[in-house]
């Protein structure tokens, strides 16, 4: 059955496809060591295998889904093989799935509360219940994004209009009577953080990236101590954004102090938990989240450690008057009676329409419960602290940070090479790609005082103790041979 007729696919197409979708996706899970972790292609050959023009003709879902099978499965890196440790390890749970699939058919537009009262309020509900899981004040209001990085955008906006109002309506290009302005962060901050000041005008200068402790944490003194230069030199410091569990570390700013200069300064904090924030549910890490109640704005990322798949970031904010002084703005054609009396979410931010998302963060939760939420998120930092254990232990290898949540960052360091920085991070480099190789476990690097680091991130739902065991003895193998080899840098 072609769709060569008017209408939608018929409801017995969707049925007998969609079937089979299921039990596509159900035995994919059932085996996901089935394929390698990491795609084997070759850049361009997923493009090959595509016809260059589009169809003219309709064809069937089966010739379609054959395609997918063979032409683009290949070309997929595996996020829910458990020997994924690249990165942030993610995991699209059962109920997540679910849950974007309904959300996909019920096509929900949530600008106005009219066109979805339910995606508006369980967008409320399901985020309050989140904002009381990481132990926010009753005043955060929550919003969802799609993404950390679009949060942090948000949230450098609010601190525009919040220290310099009138550039809403006049802009900061020509106007002397504007001061330059300066973002604050760590040199570990995200890299989204340089986006939002380049995208709002304010200029990559102005982000000043400051120096960290030995454990890669911003140090108060440091911030302190810019904030004052900054003023001295007649500009107008305005935001700092803290990060609780760093991109390459997974270190933790001291919250607390910064957001006592920030309450002295007068300058909005933003806290970057797109990672860190689920660990705070976990009895004995509440510390992860310490000071974030005294934040301004907050991002967490269901999609990162939460099961959710992508994309869901939670942006949440105790002035989000202030988001929608500053992006507010309702054409004549979108006015509705309810103005006023409800909440409309194209006023918290720069998209008009909205998916349905907070549907798979009510449904994983419902799932999961909160217990099992935290079961789970300590199961992982326990394999994280196991695995950094077995480097500790290993002479040819070294922990280079300490591991407050589910990533370790370690390097090989055999005897032969231990001397000479150039050929460890060559080794190491030769000893990722080894294991990237064997298409069992995917591992990613990061760099930390200008050396090459690995990493290994534990967050999928179906790691286990043995795919990190696993892991390491391929670790260790392959730096055994390659250690054997002659040196090549
Ligand atoms: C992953 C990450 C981000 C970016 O997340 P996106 O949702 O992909 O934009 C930002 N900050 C931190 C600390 C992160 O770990």
Redesign the pocket.
């Known amino acids: 059955m072609t769709n060569s007729t008017l209408g939608d696919m018929d409801c017995a197409t969707f049925r007998e496809a969609g079937h089979r979708l299921v039990e596509w996706i159900a035995d994919y899970f059932d085996h996901p060591e089935r394929y390698p972790v990491l795609s084997q292609l070759a850049p361009g050959d997923v493009l090959l295998g595509l016809a260059p023009q589009p169809p003219e003709a309709g064809s069937s879902m089966e010739a379609i889904l054959d395609e997918f099978d063979r032409v683009l499965v290949p070309g997929l890196t595996h996020w829910n093989h458990p020997g994924f440790f690249a990165y942030?390890a993610i995991s699209a749970s059962g109920p997540g799935i679910l849950a974007d699939f309904l959300s996909s058919a019920l096509n929900q537009q949530a600008m106005l509360w009219r066109t979805s009262p339910a995606a508006t309020e369980l967008e409320e509900r399901s985020l309050d219940w989140l904002r009381q899981l990481l132990r926010l004040p009753a005043e955060f209001e929550g919003v969802i994004y799609d993404?950390?990085?679009?949060s942090?955008l948000h949230a450098l906006a609010a601190a525009r209009e919040a220290s310099v109002p009138e550039v809403r309506a006049r802009g900061i290009a020509a106007r002397p009577d504007v001061p330059a302005v300066s973002v604050y962060c760590s040199e570990q901050a995200?890299s989204?953080v340089d986006k939002a000041v380049i995208l709002l005008g304010f200029g990559h200068e102005a982000l000043r990236r400051l120096p960290t402790d030995e454990a890669f944490r911003l140090r108060p003194e440091a911030l302190a101590r810019a904030i004052a230069d900054d003023r001295r030199a007649g500009r107008l410091p305005l935001a700092v954004v803290a990060?609780t569990?760093?991109?390459s570390t997974t270190s933790v700013d001291p919250v607390p102090a910064i957001a006592d200069i920030c309450e002295a300064e007068g300058l909005w904090l933003h806290v970057?938990a797109?990672?860190g924030g689920p660990a705070a549910l976990v009895p004995g890490w509440e510390w992860v989240l310490d000071g974030a109640g005294r934040a301004d704005s907050v991002v967490v990322?269901p999609?990162?450690w939460l099961f959710t798949p992508f994309?869901l970031?939670a942006f949440y904010c105790r002035r989000m008057d202030v988001v929608r002084a500053a992006f507010s703005l309702v054409p004549e054609y979108l006015r509705t009676s309810e103005t006023g009396t409800v909440k409309n979410l194209m006023d918290t931010g720069i998209q008009l329409g909205r998916r349905f998302r907070a549907l798979k963060l009510w449904m994983v939760l419902r799932f999961f419960g909160t217990d099992g939420v935290r079961a789970r998120l300590a199961e992982h930092m326990r394999l994280a602290r196991l695995f950094a254990s077995w480097v500790d232990a290993h002479t040819d290898f070294e922990r280079v940070a300490p591991v407050p949540m589910s990533v370790v960052c370690f390097r090989a360091r055999p005897e032969a090479v231990a001397g000479d920085e150039g050929a460890l991070d060559a080794f190491n480099q030769q000893l990722l790609d080894a294991v990237n190789a064997s298409g069992e476990v995917f591992l990613s690097h990061t760099k930390l005082h200008g050396r090459l680091v690995l990493r290994l991130a534990v967050g999928n739902l179906r790691t286990t103790q043995d795919h990190v065991a696993r892991a390491w003895a391929l670790l260790q193998m392959h730096a055994q041979r390659l250690a054997g080899l002659p040196l090549s840098r």
């Open positions: 942030f993404t950390a990085s679009v942090t995200h989204s990060t569990g760093t991109t970057d797109a990672y990322n999609h990162k994309d970031s």
